[in-house]
């Protein structure tokens, strides 16, 4: 990858106008069917244990508790963590939420399941992405299921790559989000460089996504 792009850019990305941006960006009414379909493929029946990595903010974690589900949400973002645990306390709710960074932390209990989704299994390098996969996999009971949600792969990005390279901007509230996207096919990733922007605070980001 570029040599000034860090391979761990993501543990320094989501603070700021980063997480107040995509902590308004779902409506309610689609988190809920994503979820539905996600009980449904998972096969699985409250009570059990759900593995959600990373989490973010508990979007999909939250909705899991609400139905019966014991969650245990990782996440590397402080800020994230922060706002999980305080609507954690606020509503009861049975999530274990853990600050960290899944190619490190330990996970001590077995799970009926397991989501990845938000986008985010491609802010790996290949071997960082196979480590993921065996530790998940390793905490998983027989026959549970892991579930990743992903729009970072070839078949998806190349036959649209023409779209994905156009300047786009996106508003959320009172925030606006501007997204150009640089591919590079030699090594077969995806940069995206963002700007966000609130009543004249300006935030740039370098975020890469791999295509595998």
């Not at 501007?178 to 935030?203: C, F, M």
Request: overall charge negative.
């Amino acid at each position: 990858m570029q040599n000034n792009i860090p391979d761990n850019w993501y543990e320094d990305f989501f603070k700021g106008l980063t997480c107040e941006i995509w902590e308004n960006a779902i409506p309610p009414a689609f988190t809920k069917a994503e979820v539905d379909f996600l009980i449904d493929e998972l096969n699985l029946q409250p009570g059990q244990k759900i593995l959600d990595v990373p989490c973010g903010y508990g979007r999909h974690a939250v909705e899991f508790a609400k139905r019966g589900f014991a969650v245990t949400g990782v996440d590397i973002s402080e800020t994230f963590m922060k706002n999980l645990h305080q609507q954690i306390a606020t509503d009861n709710l049975n999530i274990n939420a853990v600050q960290g960074n899944i190619l490190s932390i330990e996970l001590n209990e077995k799970f009926s399941g397991a989501v990845c989704l938000g986008n985010s299994f491609g802010y790996f390098k290949m071997e960082h992405m196979q480590l993921f996969i065996k530790k998940v996999a390793a905490s998983l009971d027989k026959s549970a299921r892991f579930i990743i949600n992903s729009g970072m792969i070839a078949e998806s990005i190349l036959p649209n790559l023409s779209i994905y390279a156009k300047n786009k901007v996106y508003n959320i509230g009172d925030i606006s989000m501007e997204v150009t996207n640089i591919y590079h096919a030699n090594d077969s990733y995806l940069v995206s460089n963002l700007l966000y922007t609130k009543e004249s605070r300006k935030k740039l980001h370098l975020n890469i996504m791999c295509l595998r």
